[in-house]
Protein backbone atom coordinates (compact mmCIF):
# COMPACT_ATOMS: atom_id res chain seq x y z
CA UNK A 1 0.00 0.00 0.00
CA UNK A 2 1.67 3.32 -1.08
CA UNK A 3 2.79 5.49 1.61
CA UNK A 4 4.07 8.58 2.60
CA UNK A 5 7.94 8.62 3.93
CA UNK A 6 10.43 11.19 5.60
CA UNK A 7 13.41 11.42 6.07
CA UNK A 8 15.68 11.82 8.57
CA UNK A 9 13.58 10.03 11.44
CA UNK A 10 15.73 12.24 13.95
CA UNK A 11 17.49 15.33 13.75
CA UNK A 12 19.62 17.01 16.08
CA UNK A 13 20.89 20.29 15.79
CA UNK A 14 22.56 23.27 17.12
CA UNK A 15 20.15 26.43 17.35
CA UNK A 16 21.00 29.32 14.34
CA UNK A 17 22.04 26.08 12.41
CA UNK A 18 19.71 25.06 8.99
CA UNK A 19 17.79 22.13 8.84
CA UNK A 20 16.08 20.42 5.51
CA UNK A 21 13.25 17.43 6.65
CA UNK A 22 12.53 15.52 3.71
CA UNK A 23 9.30 13.71 2.46
CA UNK A 24 8.15 11.51 -0.26
CA UNK A 25 4.19 11.89 -1.28
CA UNK A 26 2.64 9.34 -2.04
CA UNK A 27 3.12 9.12 -6.08
CA UNK A 28 -0.27 10.09 -7.25
CA UNK A 29 -1.06 12.87 -5.13
CA UNK A 30 -1.10 16.72 -5.69
CA UNK A 31 -1.61 18.41 -2.66
CA UNK A 32 1.23 18.42 0.35
CA UNK A 33 1.27 19.69 3.46
CA UNK A 34 3.45 20.20 6.94
CA UNK A 35 2.45 20.12 9.95
CA UNK A 36 4.58 19.65 13.09
CA UNK A 37 3.08 18.79 17.17
CA UNK A 38 5.75 20.13 20.01
CA UNK A 39 5.43 17.49 22.47
CA UNK A 40 2.87 17.56 24.61
CA UNK A 41 0.61 19.98 21.80
CA UNK A 42 -1.96 19.69 19.63
CA UNK A 43 -0.56 19.01 16.09
CA UNK A 44 -0.43 22.02 13.93
CA UNK A 45 -0.78 23.32 10.41
CA UNK A 46 1.66 24.91 8.76
CA UNK A 47 1.76 24.99 4.99
CA UNK A 48 -0.01 23.52 1.83
CA UNK A 49 1.70 23.67 -1.60
CA UNK A 50 -0.23 22.56 -5.22
CA UNK A 51 0.96 23.13 -8.09
CA UNK A 52 4.21 24.70 -7.06
CA UNK A 53 3.52 26.82 -4.76
CA UNK A 54 2.00 27.96 -1.41
CA UNK A 55 -1.64 27.85 -1.24
CA UNK A 56 -1.77 28.38 2.67
CA UNK A 57 0.39 29.01 5.51
CA UNK A 58 -0.22 29.57 9.11
CA UNK A 59 1.12 32.12 11.26
CA UNK A 60 3.96 30.19 12.72
CA UNK A 61 5.23 29.88 8.72
CA UNK A 62 7.22 32.67 8.77
CA UNK A 63 10.62 33.94 6.80
CA UNK A 64 13.04 31.23 8.52
CA UNK A 65 10.76 28.46 6.69
CA UNK A 66 10.49 27.42 2.70
CA UNK A 67 9.21 24.36 1.14
CA UNK A 68 10.40 23.48 -2.15
CA UNK A 69 9.38 20.66 -4.75
CA UNK A 70 12.48 19.85 -6.00
CA UNK A 71 11.95 17.06 -8.37
CA UNK A 72 8.64 15.11 -9.05
CA UNK A 73 9.53 13.00 -6.09
CA UNK A 74 10.21 14.63 -2.69
CA UNK A 75 8.94 17.77 -0.94
CA UNK A 76 11.10 19.70 1.67
CA UNK A 77 10.85 22.21 4.77
CA UNK A 78 13.64 24.15 4.86
CA UNK A 79 14.05 25.98 9.00
CA UNK A 80 16.98 28.72 7.65
CA UNK A 81 18.59 29.56 11.44
CA UNK A 82 16.61 27.12 13.90
CA UNK A 83 15.59 28.32 17.34
CA UNK A 84 15.26 26.45 20.53
CA UNK A 85 11.43 26.65 20.13
CA UNK A 86 11.36 24.52 16.93
CA UNK A 87 11.79 21.69 18.18
CA UNK A 88 8.50 19.44 17.32
CA UNK A 89 7.99 16.02 15.34
CA UNK A 90 7.69 17.65 12.05
CA UNK A 91 4.79 15.39 10.00
CA UNK A 92 4.54 15.61 6.06
CA UNK A 93 0.88 14.44 4.39
CA UNK A 94 -0.29 14.60 1.41
CA UNK A 95 -3.91 14.39 -0.61
CA UNK A 96 -4.93 13.34 -3.87
CA UNK A 97 -7.19 16.34 -4.15
CA UNK A 98 -8.11 19.30 -1.82
CA UNK A 99 -10.91 19.66 0.36
CA UNK A 100 -14.03 20.85 -0.81
CA UNK A 101 -16.28 20.13 -4.30
CA UNK A 102 -14.65 16.57 -4.66
CA UNK A 103 -15.99 13.08 -4.04
CA UNK A 104 -15.33 10.26 -2.15
CA UNK A 105 -12.41 9.82 0.13
CA UNK A 106 -10.01 11.86 -2.51
CA UNK A 107 -9.16 14.34 -0.17
CA UNK A 108 -8.39 11.89 2.80
CA UNK A 109 -4.45 13.46 3.79
CA UNK A 110 -2.05 10.30 4.30
CA UNK A 111 0.45 11.36 7.10
CA UNK A 112 4.24 10.28 6.79
CA UNK A 113 5.82 8.70 10.14
CA UNK A 114 7.56 12.29 11.25
CA UNK A 115 10.78 13.31 11.65
CA UNK A 116 11.58 14.34 15.45
CA UNK A 117 13.55 17.71 15.47
CA UNK A 118 15.80 18.40 18.30
CA UNK A 119 17.50 21.99 18.73
CA UNK A 120 20.17 22.62 21.37
CA UNK B 1 -10.72 30.94 14.33
CA UNK B 2 -11.89 27.11 14.31
CA UNK B 3 -11.34 25.20 17.62
CA UNK B 4 -11.65 21.40 18.00
CA UNK B 5 -12.01 19.81 21.69
CA UNK B 6 -12.10 16.15 22.17
CA UNK B 7 -13.77 14.63 25.15
CA UNK B 8 -12.53 13.17 27.29
CA UNK B 9 -8.67 13.85 27.57
CA UNK B 10 -8.32 9.74 28.75
CA UNK B 11 -10.09 6.82 29.20
CA UNK B 12 -9.35 3.66 30.24
CA UNK B 13 -11.44 0.35 29.76
CA UNK B 14 -11.43 -3.20 30.17
CA UNK B 15 -11.14 -5.04 26.87
CA UNK B 16 -14.43 -5.88 25.13
CA UNK B 17 -15.97 -3.28 25.66
CA UNK B 18 -17.71 -0.83 23.36
CA UNK B 19 -16.88 2.96 23.78
CA UNK B 20 -17.08 6.48 22.59
CA UNK B 21 -15.01 9.17 22.01
CA UNK B 22 -16.28 12.68 21.54
CA UNK B 23 -15.48 15.44 19.41
CA UNK B 24 -16.74 19.34 19.02
CA UNK B 25 -15.42 22.25 16.57
CA UNK B 26 -17.15 25.38 16.89
CA UNK B 27 -17.21 26.57 13.41
CA UNK B 28 -19.55 24.11 11.35
CA UNK B 29 -18.13 25.07 7.63
CA UNK B 30 -16.29 22.45 7.09
CA UNK B 31 -15.53 20.11 4.57
CA UNK B 32 -14.49 17.17 5.76
CA UNK B 33 -13.80 15.78 9.33
CA UNK B 34 -11.03 13.00 10.02
CA UNK B 35 -10.15 10.65 12.87
CA UNK B 36 -6.51 9.55 13.35
CA UNK B 37 -4.93 6.87 15.55
CA UNK B 38 -1.51 8.04 16.72
CA UNK B 39 0.55 5.48 18.52
CA UNK B 40 3.55 6.96 21.19
CA UNK B 41 6.46 8.78 18.76
CA UNK B 42 4.84 7.39 16.10
CA UNK B 43 2.84 9.77 12.79
CA UNK B 44 -0.80 9.30 12.35
CA UNK B 45 -3.10 6.95 11.03
CA UNK B 46 -6.22 7.88 9.33
CA UNK B 47 -8.88 5.63 10.09
CA UNK B 48 -12.39 7.04 8.95
CA UNK B 49 -12.83 10.38 6.76
CA UNK B 50 -16.55 11.54 6.59
CA UNK B 51 -17.63 14.35 4.24
CA UNK B 52 -19.64 17.20 5.18
CA UNK B 53 -22.72 16.24 3.20
CA UNK B 54 -22.35 12.51 5.49
CA UNK B 55 -23.99 11.20 8.71
CA UNK B 56 -21.64 8.47 9.39
CA UNK B 57 -18.94 6.29 8.13
CA UNK B 58 -18.00 2.68 9.22
CA UNK B 59 -14.75 0.69 8.80
CA UNK B 60 -14.50 -2.58 10.31
CA UNK B 61 -15.24 -2.47 14.21
CA UNK B 62 -15.36 1.61 13.91
CA UNK B 63 -18.09 3.78 13.33
CA UNK B 64 -17.78 7.67 12.96
CA UNK B 65 -20.81 10.21 12.88
CA UNK B 66 -21.09 14.21 11.91
CA UNK B 67 -23.54 16.39 12.92
CA UNK B 68 -22.28 19.34 10.85
CA UNK B 69 -24.84 21.60 12.43
CA UNK B 70 -24.58 21.19 16.23
CA UNK B 71 -20.45 20.67 15.34
CA UNK B 72 -20.37 17.08 16.60
CA UNK B 73 -18.33 14.30 16.02
CA UNK B 74 -18.43 10.72 17.47
CA UNK B 75 -16.06 7.48 17.27
CA UNK B 76 -17.33 4.54 18.43
CA UNK B 77 -15.31 1.35 19.03
CA UNK B 78 -16.70 -1.54 18.91
CA UNK B 79 -15.48 -4.42 21.60
CA UNK B 80 -12.30 -3.04 22.22
CA UNK B 81 -9.25 -4.92 22.39
CA UNK B 82 -5.81 -4.00 24.31
CA UNK B 83 -4.23 -3.17 20.16
CA UNK B 84 -6.48 -0.23 20.23
CA UNK B 85 -4.45 1.40 22.94
CA UNK B 86 -3.97 4.79 21.21
CA UNK B 87 -4.15 8.81 21.08
CA UNK B 88 -6.99 9.44 18.84
CA UNK B 89 -7.01 12.46 17.09
CA UNK B 90 -10.43 14.36 15.88
CA UNK B 91 -9.11 17.08 12.20
CA UNK B 92 -11.80 19.16 10.64
CA UNK B 93 -10.52 20.67 7.22
CA UNK B 94 -11.79 24.38 6.92
CA UNK B 95 -14.31 25.79 4.61
CA UNK B 96 -13.89 28.67 2.65
CA UNK B 97 -11.11 31.55 1.58
CA UNK B 98 -8.28 29.99 -0.23
CA UNK B 99 -8.29 26.43 2.02
CA UNK B 100 -6.75 23.77 0.17
CA UNK B 101 -7.45 21.69 3.42
CA UNK B 102 -5.87 23.02 6.40
CA UNK B 103 -6.49 20.33 9.26
CA UNK B 104 -7.21 21.51 12.65
CA UNK B 105 -6.72 19.14 15.45
CA UNK B 106 -8.24 18.65 18.52
CA UNK B 107 -6.08 17.67 21.45
CA UNK B 108 -6.79 13.99 21.53
CA UNK B 109 -7.94 11.14 23.74
CA UNK B 110 -5.12 9.00 25.20
CA UNK B 111 -7.26 5.41 25.05
CA UNK B 112 -5.84 2.35 27.21
CA UNK B 113 -7.54 -0.91 26.95
CA UNK B 114 -6.32 -3.37 29.90
CA UNK B 115 -7.10 -6.97 29.10
Known amino acids: EPEVTQTPSHQVTQMGQEVILRCVPI?????FYWYRQILGQKVEFLVS????????KSEIFDDQFSVERPDGSNFTLKIRSTKLEDSAMYFC??????????????????FGPGTRLTVL | KQEVTQIPAALSVPEGEDLVLNCSFT??????LQWFRQDPGKGLTSLLL?????REQTSGRLNASLDKSSGRSTLYIAASQPGDSATYLC??????????????FGQGTILTVHP
Open chain 2, 50 to 54: IQSSQ
Open chain 1, 49 to 56: FYNNEISE
Open chain 1, 93 to 110: ASSARAAGGSRGSYNEQF
Open chain 2, 27 to 32: DSAIYN
Open chain 1, 27 to 31: SNHLY
Open chain 2, 91 to 104: AVANAGGTSYGKLT
